[in-house]
């Protein structure tokens, strides 16, 4: 007897339990569990990868200011030279022939001019006849300069202690005037890099900031330098802004047209909103969809606009503030507009 009036109280105090605590059950079991995070604004320094080719930037042609034949060439392409080596020479007799005639001219000029001075002193010659001979004389004397100055450029001279980069000319070739016949680099004017940036990169970028340079030629060496110059306008052949990035001086040896991979750190930091990867419901282009919860724990889809990805986050330009709370893990189960439950508050129930 005793005992069948026990087993009444447990059915009674079940049923009273089912009566409070059943309805919260039976709710949280439409009620899909996720894992949320909230919404925050960060400072970061996003990096820019990019990369292009290492130049010297004193690279000039060196040309023969005459035609004429090539006589002697005295280096070779990759050569190092010092100021002041010669480096190729034309056969010299037709200007050799030009300068002394132009030489001739001009003692003749001189002798004419003071004997018409001498006899302009008598009033023997008027003063158009002086005037005229004083004329002559400098005529006489500009192509005695130009003579000069051909015969000096008929042989080129290193313009400073640097590299032969190029030869373009051969002996006893037939050259024409300023007709490029070596490419020589300057040793003392370091190393740059030229890249394009894109109109959201290039506004980031300004004077100054540092750079990571990395070359195939050296895999395992990181090379420094800095921002040193950035164009104003964009290339109308490519559209992107060219941006100059000078290498610390190295002890490496470096040659122009080595393809470097290059990472800009901007200065200054950009306030972004951080989100996980596993945030990401769906995303064409960089639009994409998450899911962010009312104070209620309604789910709602929410349009967000993407700037840029890492291994972990994703940088979004707009869609989310600081204290939204997103669904980050769960997301399958979520229906718009429904209730969730936090796994938070899953472990509070248990």
Do not use: C
């Not at 000029?109 to 302009?120: F, G, H, I």
């Not at 090379?223 to 190295?250: D, Q």
Request: no cysteine; hydrophobic share 40%; glycine share 6%.
């Amino acid at each position: 007897m005793n005992a069948l009036k026990d087993l009444d109280i447990h059915w009674k105090l079940f049923a009273l339990w089912l009566l409070l605590f059943a309805p919260v059950f039976i709710a949280n079991a439409q009620e899909a569990p996720v894992y949320t995070e909230t919404v925050t604004v960060e400072k970061v320094q996003r990096e820019i990868d990019t990369s292009g080719l290492l130049v010297n930037p004193s690279e000039q042609s060196l040309a023969f200011k005459t035609p004429g034949i090539v006589s002697s060439i005295y280096v070779r392409e990759g050569q190092s030279v010092r100021k002041g080596e010669v480096l190729a020479e034309l056969d010299k007799e037709e200007i050799e022939a030009q300068l002394e005639q132009a030489q001739s001219l001009h003692l003749d000029a001189e002798r004419t001019l003071e004997r018409v001075q001498k006899l302009y002193k008598s009033k023997v010659v008027s003063l158009d006849q002086l005037q005229s001979a004083e004329t002559g004389l400098e005529v006489a004397n500009s192509k005695l300069r130009i003579a000069r100055f051909n015969y000096k450029h008929a042989t080129i001279k290193a313009p400073g202690n640097g590299r032969i980069l190029r030869k373009l000319i051969e002996p006893n070739e037939q050259v024409n005037a300023q007709v490029r016949a070596f490419i020589f680099a300057n040793d003392d004017a370091g190393w740059v890099i030229r890249v394009g940036l894109n109109d959201r990169d290039i506004v980031r970028i300004k004077e100054g900031d540092l750079a990571r340079i990395k070359v195939d030629a050296y895999p395992e060496q990181v090379f420094e330098g800095s921002v040193y110059e950035t164009a104003a306008k964009a290339s109308n052949g490519t559209g992107t802004f060219e941006v100059e990035i000078r290498v610390n001086p190295s002890t490496t040896r470096l040659l122009s047209g080595m393809v470097s991979r290059v990472t800009l750190t901007p200065s200054d930091y950009e306030e972004l909103v951080l989100i996980p990867l596993s945030a990401i419901i769906s995303a064409t282009g960089s639009s994409a969809e998450v899911f962010t919860l009312d104070s209620q724990n309604r789910a709602h889809l929410t349009s967000v606009i993407m700037r840029d990805f890492s291994h972990s986050h994703v940088a979004t330009l707009s869609g989310l503030k600081a204290g939204d709370t997103i669904v980050t893990r769960g997301a399958t189960g979520v229906v718009e507009g429904r209730k969730v439950l936090p796994v938070g508050e899953i472990a509070s129930l248990q």
